[in-house]
């Protein structure tokens, strides 16, 4: 499962595809409503992946040429899917709607992951001090995350409390647990999310867990790093100290 594209299959008008949904997403949030399912077609190695948003959505826009790009998408491809450059259809995606940068598709034309759910309608609104119904609150973390799909289909999915450490730690947005903060599919196949708790757990092709752990200032390691960073600083120190010092004064 390999991110990114082949160089040379990209071509200008492929590229012009996805220009709507990323300029719009450019925008500062304060500037602009919050986000809504917009169509986009998203080169990858494998192919052409289109998502077909809500045309009630798209007709909104106010920029007559990201609407006419739109449409573009919509008369060159009928269906949400993985499409070859020539516009044939590989498969339809048989899923909701997620966003262009929360959708991942392999280089084997096969295989896609993709972070679940509708948090990232939210997502630039978060509160610090807001806090959704406890009841409210399990039913999401309870709730598909992240998907792996084969052909267009779902094969496997894991709930966004089996990627947390400290839940406690997310913020909520008015509707919504926040809890993603990014993902990156790799060049050997693995695909690794990161979540707002600094919580980062990585996948195999299939969607097995191979690996959960801390990054940043929340890993357990830090602490063993610090020490002994701040030994060998004193060590060097005290060298230092000794020749500067101390053999003046032998």
Do not use: C
């Amino acid at each position: 499962m390999t991110p990114g594209t082949t160089p040379g299959y990209t071509n200008l008008m492929t590229r012009s595809l996805a220009i709507p949904v990323l300029l719009l997403a450019a925008t500062p949030a304060a500037a602009r409503p919050l986000p809504a399912p917009l169509t986009y077609a998203k080169p990858t190695a494998a192919g052409v992946l289109v998502q077909l948003g809500d045309p009630a959505e798209e007709a909104k826009v106010a920029d007559p040429a990201i609407v006419a790009a739109f449409r573009a998408v919509r008369d060159k491809y009928a269906k949400s899917g993985l499409y070859r450059e020539s516009g044939e259809l590989v498969w339809e995606l048989h899923a909701p709607y997620a966003p262009i940068d929360n959708v991942f598709a392999a280089a084997d034309g096969v295989h896609l992951a993709r972070l679940e759910g509708d948090w990232w309608i939210e997502r630039d609104y978060p509160s610090d001090t807001n806090r959704l119904q406890a009841a409210e609150e399990a039913k999401q973390l309870a709730a598909p995350a992240v998907g792996f799909y084969a052909n267009g289909k779902l094969v496997r999915t894991h709930p966004a409390r089996d990627l947390l450490t400290n839940p406690s730690d997310l913020k909520h947005s008015p509707r919504f647990v926040l809890w993603a903060a990014g993902a990156v599919l790799k060049e050997d196949g693995r695909f690794v999310v990161l979540t707002q708790d600094a919580t980062r757990t990585t996948f195999d092709a299939a969607g097995n867990v191979v690996a959960r752990d801390r990054v940043g200032l929340n890993n357990p390691l830090l602490t063993k790093v610090l020490v002994a960073s701040g030994t060998f600083a004193v060590l060097i120190l005290g060298v230092w100290a000794w020749f500067a010092f101390g053999r003046k004064t032998a």
